[in-house]
């Protein structure tokens, strides 16, 4: 039984130390209309993925304001 948890532990560490050293190349620009571009190329499979993040939420709102951050998430997704 010790000898299975310590292979266990051998194994994940092997993973994560082997996950961790690969780098991934990317390109970073920002638009003339403020938006930050950040593209990746992988031909490995014939997939594409698109992520829009937005820097909004109650944190921006006007302390009078609240509430207009959670309806605006609700229309959008």
Do not use: C, W
């Not at 970073?28 to 990746?40: A, C, E, P, R, T």
């Not at 820097?55 to 709102?61: A, P």
């Amino acid at each position: 039984m010790k000898l299975r948890i310590m292979i266990l532990f051998l194994v994940f560490g092997f993973v994560v130390s082997n996950g961790q050293t690969k780098k991934i190349d990317f390109v970073q620009y920002k638009l003339d209309n403020g938006l930050n571009v950040i593209l990746h190329k992988d031909n490995s499979t014939p997939i594409v993925a698109v992520a829009v993040l937005y820097h909004v939420g109650s944190k921006n709102e006007d302390p009078e304001r609240t509430g207009f951050a959670h309806f605006f998430e609700h229309l959008m997704f």
